[in-house]
């Protein structure tokens, strides 16, 4: 049974960092698609970056350059890095994994994924 857990959040100031970390176990995680995505109150939920198992990585256009999408697949483990944090960036994290990413812009979607962790909290303020 695949199962996600994802963990590294919390509260910075706007232009802080954070690394966030997704354990993974129950399947092969370097042969998979493994996505993050991030939910705020009252919006839906959206990806923000994915990485295939050729390790072709894509982002949405409001985290490039800010955010960086990357694996440990001795670990199982997906990392995302956010720098230059915002107060847009507000919202609850969550990894998620499909066996293939999808064209651009259809990984962003959140229906394209079968498994996803819990979730992690990130809050920026201004």
């Known amino acids: 049974q695949v199962q996600l857990v994802e963990s590294g959040g919390g509260s910075v100031q706007a232009g802080g960092s954070l690394r966030l970390s997704c354990a993974g176990s129950?399947?092969?995680?370097?042969?998979?698609?493994m996505g993050w995505f991030r939910q705020a109150p009252g919006k839906e939920r959206e990806g923000v970056a994915a990485?295939?198992?050729?390790?072709?990585?894509r982002y949405a256009d409001s985290v490039k350059g800010r955010f960086t999408i990357s694996q440990d697949n001795a670990k199982n483990t997906l990392y995302l890095q956010m720098n230059s944090l915002k107060p847009e960036d507000t919202a609850m994290y969550y990894c998620?994994?499909?066996?293939?990413?999808?064209?651009?812009?259809?990984?962003?979607?959140?229906?394209?994924?079968?498994?996803w962790g819990q979730g992690t909290q990130v809050t920026v303020s201004s």
């Open positions: 990485i295939d198992s050729d390790g072709s990585t």
């Open positions: 129950g399947y092969t995680y370097s042969s998979y698609c």
């Open positions: 998620a994994a499909v066996v293939h990413c999808e064209a651009n812009p259809r990984w962003r979607l959140a229906l394209t994924y079968d498994y």
